[in-house]
């Protein structure tokens, strides 16, 4: 259970691993377009993340099929690309994307819209990724993560919407996931303290309408079950000394 501490060399891989997926984020950001499959998104990002002599850390985990999860609209979260799921104007579009480099992974999340939307979604997505922000505002050595978790979600409800409690941010290093566990809704107890050297990946899932999601046959796809849209904003942070470090942003 004891959150892993990244030594100057770890944190050193883990920027440059974050850094490549800024990149790569940044790429398919400028792809999104109405007429494009999601299969397309998926394609196009692998190659970039293989590109760089990176692996893309989603593809075979846990069986999933793909390098990239790709959830439109009312998909919360691990979409399957398909070739007959074409984006159209108007739609919202989640792209998930992590990557190993040198052993070190990266993860981080956007969502996107297609073409033009509603100012209803406009106003999702903005809040979606601010909750990030305000969240990380907490994320200090000192606090505890409950700061964080808790900060998300009173920003998220207080906007009126609610954020996914069946899915979590992690602790991210060697692996995808490692220990903490990082709601996005406030804890019974503090959590961990923060400590200089943890490498985490927060990432709030949020729901225009009711929390509760359900899973596709699919057995990956989570959609919200009330059929509202959803957004989705991750980023891998460092805890230093100070502020946090944004690791899958550019600079
Ligand atoms: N960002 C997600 C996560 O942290 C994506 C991984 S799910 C996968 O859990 F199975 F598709 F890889
Ligand atoms: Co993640």
Redesign the pocket.
């Known amino acids: 259970m004891a959150v892993s501490i990244k030594s100057e060399r770890e944190i050193a891989l883990m920027r440059d691993a974050g850094k490549i997926l800024a990149e790569v984020h940044a790429r398919l950001g400028e792809y999104i377009q109405p007429g494009i499959s999601t299969l397309d998104i998926d394609t196009f990002g692998e190659k970039l993340i293989r590109g760089y002599h990176c692996v893309p850390?989603?593809l075979h985990?846990?069986g999933?099929p793909?390098s990239i999860?790709v959830s439109v609209n009312e998909e919360v979260?691990?979409g399957i690309p398909h070739s007959g799921h074409i984006l159209k104007e108007g739609d919202i579009v989640s792209l998930?994307a992590?990557l190993i480099y040198k052993g070190y992974h990266s993860?981080a999340?956007r969502t996107y819209p297609v073409g033009k939307i509603s100012k209803e979604a406009q106003r999702l997505i903005k809040v979606t990724k601010q909750s990030f922000f305000q969240g990380i505002k907490m994320a200090r050595a000192g606090n505890h993560l409950n700061d964080i978790c808790k900060t998300i979600h009173g920003y998220v409800n207080y906007h009126g919407y609610s954020v996914v409690r069946d899915?979590v941010?992690?602790g991210i290093g060697t692996k995808?996931?490692e220990d903490p566990e990082i709601p996005n809704f406030t804890m019974r107890r503090r959590g961990v303290k923060l400590r200089p050297g943890m490498t985490l990946?927060i990432?709030p899932m949020v729901n225009m309408g009711d929390w509760k999601v359900d899973r596709l046959e699919d057995d990956?796809t989570v959609v919200t079950r009330d059929g509202s849209l959803s957004a989705h904003y991750?980023n891998t942070i460092l805890i230093t000394g100070d502020e946090p470090e944004i690791l899958t942003l550019l600079k």
């Open positions: 850390n989603f985990y846990n999933y793909a999860c979260v691990h998930d992590g993860d999340a899915l941010g992690h995808l996931h990946a990432e990956w991750e």
